[in-house]
C-alpha cells in the first residue's frame, strides 16, 4: 500500500487554501445553505492549487461548481 499511495501528490494546506475554505464556508452559509467541513475543505484545495475534483459523489460538490467555479469531472 504504501507504494501504491507513493505515487499520489498530496496538497499541502497553506494559508491560500484557508482563505479559501473561510471565503466558500462563508458564502455558503450567506445563501442559506451551508456544506459539511470535508467537502469545504476538498473544494478549496482544487479552486486554490486550480485543480478539478474528479469525483462521483457530484451532489456534495455541485455548489461549489455553479457558485466558486469548480470543474467537476467524471461525469
Known amino acids: 500500500m504504501k507504494h501504491w499511495l507513493s505515487g499520489i501528490p498530496v496538497l499541502p494546506g497553506t494559508e ?6 473561510g471565503e466558500i464556508s462563508a458564502a455558503a452559509a450567506l445563501r442559506g445553505r451551508p456544506r459539511p467541513q470535508n467537502d469545504t475543505w ?4 482544487c479552486l486554490a492549487y486550480e485543480m478539478p475534483l474528479a469525483t ?3 451532489k456534495d ?4 461548481a455553479e457558485y466558486e467555479g469548480l470543474q467537476l469531472i467524471g461525469r
Open 16 to 21: 491560500s487554501v484557508s482563505r479559501r475554505w
Open 42 to 45: 476538498v473544494a478549496a484545495c
Open 56 to 58: 462521483l459523489n457530484f
Open 61 to 64: 460538490f455541485d455548489d461549489f
